[in-house]
């Protein structure tokens, strides 16, 4: 903040000319038709992340509308800007590459507009993530509304969603259980209103994480888009805001600390939430001057029953969860099971989890959202792996892979890149059993760049045809959170970093040990330093945002944010 200066004396353009600066401002704010009243008010930038290129955002401008009527209704000014939006399907070569941009859109703009608090409409796989990052590093008072879930569709009486059902009907198309008409049928179905993918995917885990750490107001993340609670929550927030832009806080540095981290890992285990929140976990905490601790997220999972029944580790979708009590029931749960989740941590609407809990109505379907003794899967949802293949941590999603493959070792069968996984992977002279360790590399932060969701293999069309439905398989990739398999993902170091993932040949024999948390590549050392020698970093780009992102990007351990963005280096104050 600009000193004591609030509202629209704040942060003034610099002219060396203080009254000049204000003169000017409020002639423009003249020029875009506000009279006096405009000023001296609370000042509530509301970031609309609405785009025809992002379809999840399809409801910004209603969230707009009623967050600037919230704002009006407490006494405060509504003031909107945009940032960059994106989308899963909409950014080539994926959203993962701009999630730092956007965080310093967010950023840069949370530090240059004039503002009071901010409220920022996020939804889509990487933007609540980015705004979050950005809001800790410009660490003004922020809340954060998400646009909410889709609701589901039904194709011959069976229900769909994206993108888990998106990635089996594909799949059974791709061996040809299910005809090409057929497919267009369901297409129209698996995304049947605007809003995020309604399984527990990357969306609904953030948005989950966000009510978790304190920016959503309580219930907030599971709201269905088209739903009219979701005006509701998005007027409330509205009002809220002004309450925060009146008292100054919380701050985001306020709320992220090492206990509201714990509780946010802890939410990721009982969720059965996507692989992708803990690299954006880590780079939240990362801007708090925090680590996230792999070993630790680890340990909570051992404790932290998997109590939600969503897919794509359940049955069941982000409407039913609402239905069924939302996040504060999840939490509830979470506090009776006594796994040590903190409800001293402050919640968005200023009290703390265990007032908000206390006075959350009492019913929840136990269908949806198990007791602690009664968990969808036994043990963890996400496991972290370490092992001579990836000395800083692998993970993988525990709860959504076939149990026999829990222990496996098999041979490698290598994929250069995702140039070579494409050329490759349907070819039906591909040498491959099921027994086969699939691995992927060159497709981490600064090899493929970007890190894309492409860890999640497909099945080799020869062996998919005969039935076969899981195999091990192992990159520096991610996974979209809505998808599912013994799939290890975010190994590290990356192969483009010289990791070990780019020693392996193939026939070389791997080992998956899921209950002793390893991942091992068993060849000798001395021929894996005779590799090495032959091994050389692939060229980098040259120029533009591709350059700074390949220099500047951290691993996935530490969140792929960029290594001038975090605050690890100052001390914790928690
Ligand atoms: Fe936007 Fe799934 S593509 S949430």
Redesign the pocket.
Known sequence: MNGAKRGFSSRLTRYGDEGFAAFLRDSFLRAGGHGPEVQGRPLIAICNTGSDY????ATAPQLVEAIARGVAQAGGTPFVFPTISL???FAYPTSMLLRNLMSMDTEEMLRALPLDAAVLIG???KTIPAQLMGAISADVPTLSVAVG??LTGTHRGERLG??TDCRRLWGEARTGRLSESELALAQDEL?PTH???MVM????TMACISEVLGFMLPGGASIPAVHSGRLRHAEATGQRAVALATGGRPLPSQLVTRSSIRNACMTLQALGGSTNAVIHLAAIAGRAGLALDLDELDEIGKITPVLCDLKPVGRVYMQDFHAAGGLPALLRELMRGGVGFDGDTTTANGRTWAEVIEDWPDWSDPTVIRPAGDPVVPGQAISVLHGSLAPNGAVIKRAAMSGRLQSHEGPALVFENLEDLARRIDDPDLEVTEDHVLVLRNAGPIGAPGMPEAGSLPIPKKLAVRGVRDMVRISDARM???AYGAVVLHVSPEAAAGGPLALVRDGDRIRLDVPGRRIDLLVDEEVLWARRGNWSAPALPTRGYARLYATSVEQAELGCDFDFLTARHLPADD
């Open positions: 992002n379809p999840c955002h989308h899963e399907s939804g889509c796989d879930p889709m994206a993108c995304m809003g995020t993918c995917g990357t969306a609904s979209s959170g809505t």
